[in-house]
T-cell receptor, first 108, second 112 residues
Framework: QKEVEQNSGPLSVPEGAIASLNCTYS??????FFWYRQYSGKSPELIMS????GDKEDGRFTAQLNKASQYVSLLIRDSQPSDSATYLC????????FGAGTRLTVKP | KAGVTQTPRYLIKTRGQQVTLSCSPI?????VSWYQQTPGQGLQFLFE???????NKGNFPGRFSGRQFSNSRSEMNVSTLELGDSALYLC???????????FGDGTRLSIL
């Protein structure tokens, strides 16, 4: 079992729709959770951090954490073509572990 | 505020050579982590340094080593390069353990 698993994708949504990205992790001791966006040919860029159960909203982005289910998700509302990128879930326990990423395409 | 700076941006080496990559973290950040990114394996953790001490190490052979200096700058060294070492090497810095990491632009290493 991989330590951090994400939907392999690719995920395609129409412009204006909600994109839902999911992530599960195996280490129950994990305390910090992050979502990164990586455009093709660029380095990962931090977009959300979440540390406690529940929802955390930042603009069009909402991160959701459920430690009991070992599940983290990212919702992108009103998706734009500029949101097309690979989204990486990262989980920190002893060290930072990244999922393989989900490629999102937002079609105009 | 300057971001994470990695040098060089691109590097071409041949098998058997060694290489040193450099990373200057964001001012005030004491933790520096290194990752290898390849299309097939994704982002793989190499090691993390905090206050000049290696805190964690990923599952890479001993050919991969690193160090951190008193000013938090870090270097990564790869000896006896192999074709499979061709990858994008990313450095990330953070204020501390389990804090958000901020990535540099990376060094793209190609082995011929």
């Amino acid at each position: 079992q991989k330590e951090v698993e994400q939907n392999s994708g690719p995920l395609s949504v129409p412009e204006g729709a909600i994109a839902s990205l999911n992530c599960t992790y195996s280490d129950r001791g994990s305390q910090s959770f992050f979502w990164y966006r990586q455009y093709s040919g660029k380095s990962p860029e931090l977009i959300m951090s979440i540390y406690s159960n529940g929802d955390k909203e930042d603009g069009r982005f909402t991160a959701q954490l459920n430690k009991a289910s070992q599940y983290v998700s990212l919702l992108i509302r009103d998706s734009q073509p500029s949101d097309s990128a690979t989204y990486l879930c990262a989980v920190s326990a002893k060290d930072m572990r990244f999922g393989a990423g989900t490629r999102l395409t937002v079609k105009p | 505020k300057a971001g994470v700076t990695q040098t060089p941006r691109y590097l071409i080496k041949t098998r058997g050579q060694q290489v040193t990559l450099s990373c200057s973290p964001i001012s005030g950040h004491r933790s520096v982590s290194w990752y290898q990114q390849t299309p097939g394996q994704g982002l793989q953790f190499l090691f993390e340094y905090f206050s000049e001490t290696q805190r964690n190490k990923g599952n890479f052979p001993g050919r991969f080593s690193g160090r951190q200096f008193s000013n938090s700058r870090s270097e990564m060294n790869v000896s006896t390069l192999e074709l499979g070492d061709s990858a994008l090497y990313l450095c990330a810095s953070s204020l501390g353990i389990e804090q958000p990491q901020h990535f540099g632009d990376g060094t793209r290493l190609s082995i011929l």
